[in-house]
């Protein structure tokens, strides 16, 4: 199996939302819950980029 490297920032925002959404375990998010939620994906998502390498 491959290990892939995350960089810190994208591992921080996904424990970041895996400590948000465990909280909420059980029952759909409120309104501003899920704004948060989303606020939290766009921080992890940029934290990751697009997927491509970067060039040199």
């Known amino acids: 199996m491959a290990t ?3 960089p ?3 591992a921080v925002a ?3 939302i895996r400590q ?3 909280a909420r375990t ?8 899920a704004a ?5 994906l766009a921080v992890w998502a ?3 980029g697009d997927g491509t ?3 040199p």
Do not use: H, I, K, S
């Not at 948060?36 to 939290?40: A, F, K, T, V």
């Open 20 to 22: 948000f959404m465990t």
């Open 46 to 48: 940029a934290a990751v």
């Open 4 to 6: 892939t490297c995350v």
């Open 14 to 16: 996904n424990e970041q």
């Open 26 to 33: 059980g029952r759909p998010l409120w309104a501003d819950e």
């Open 8 to 10: 810190d920032a994208a």
């Open 53 to 55: 390498p970067p060039t």
């Open 36 to 40: 948060e939620y989303e606020r939290l």
